[in-house]
């Protein structure tokens, strides 16, 4: 069995409609965003929901699946209906952005957790591709997830991947014995 590893940085910047959708073949099981080169671009949220629901249009599957998992936690996560807007043309990039930062910084995360374990998932038909292991490294998350969310953005990262161990490395201005 395969294990992704993912790192991210302090520093979290999304492509803005320049994500390709292509998996490059260094990847495939890693994905190295901002930990060692603060320039490098995570996935595109608005278009990779926006894939997800052109692909869940055609077919029954893992796309479909995941995008109304995704849905649910993220309607709960930003406050609106996010299946609902992905239904109506140009609703979800205008909800999106009109939407805190903060909030869509640990979003934009998340999704490009999702985003690489659906695309390198080795069998097409895996009705939840986000049941893969790996793991990830969050290099000081305090810094763009608020200290009072960050307890809510652990459950959800656990409950979309059960099977990947997280290590986060906090700020130093994060006493110790600190709760995240």
Same mark, same amino acid.
């Given at each position: 069995?395969?294990?992704?590893?993912?790192?991210?940085?302090?520093?979290?910047?999304?492509?803005?409609?320049?994500?390709?959708?292509?998996?490059?073949?260094?990847?495939?099981?890693?994905?190295?965003? %901002?930990?060692?080169?603060?320039?490098?671009?995570?996935?595109?949220?608005?278009?990779?929901?926006?894939?997800?629901?052109?692909?869940?249009?055609?077919?029954?599957?893992?796309?479909?699946?995941?995008?109304?998992?995704?849905?649910?936690?993220?309607?709960?996560?930003? %406050?609106?209906?996010?299946? &609902?807007?992905? &239904?109506?043309?140009?609703?979800?990039?205008?909800?999106?952005?009109?939407?805190?930062?903060?909030?869509?910084?640990?979003?934009?995360?998340?999704?490009?957790?999702?985003?690489?374990?659906?695309?390198?998932?080795?069998?097409?038909?895996?009705?939840?591709?986000?049941?893969?292991? %790996?793991?990830?490294?969050?290099?000081?998350?305090?810094?763009?997830?608020?200290?009072?969310?960050?307890?809510?953005?652990?459950?959800?990262?656990?409950?979309?991947?059960?099977?990947?161990?997280?290590?986060?490395?906090?700020?130093?201005?994060?006493?110790? %014995?600190?709760?995240?």
């Amino acid at each position: 069995m395969l294990c992704r590893t993912f790192a991210y940085g302090s520093k979290v910047r999304a492509q803005a409609g320049t994500d390709c959708f292509d998996i490059h073949p260094d990847q495939r099981l890693k994905r190295c965003a %901002g930990l060692f080169d603060s320039e490098a671009q995570v996935t595109d949220p608005v278009a990779f929901l926006e894939r997800l629901r052109h692909k869940s249009q055609y077919r029954a599957g893992r796309a479909r699946a995941l995008l109304a998992r995704l849905s649910v936690d993220l309607s709960d996560w930003l %406050g609106w209906d996010v299946g &609902g807007s992905l &239904g109506r043309e140009c609703a979800f990039e205008a909800r999106w952005q009109a939407t805190r930062a903060s909030l869509r910084r640990p979003a934009i995360v998340a999704l490009d957790m999702g985003r690489h374990i659906f695309d390198a998932s080795t069998r097409l038909d895996d009705p939840d591709p986000l049941q893969q292991p %790996g793991v990830v490294l969050l290099d000081r998350p305090d810094v763009w997830c608020e200290a009072g969310r960050q307890p809510q953005f652990f459950k959800l990262l656990d409950a979309w991947f059960p099977k990947v161990q997280f290590f986060v490395a906090l700020s130093p201005a994060i006493g110790v %014995g600190t709760r995240v």
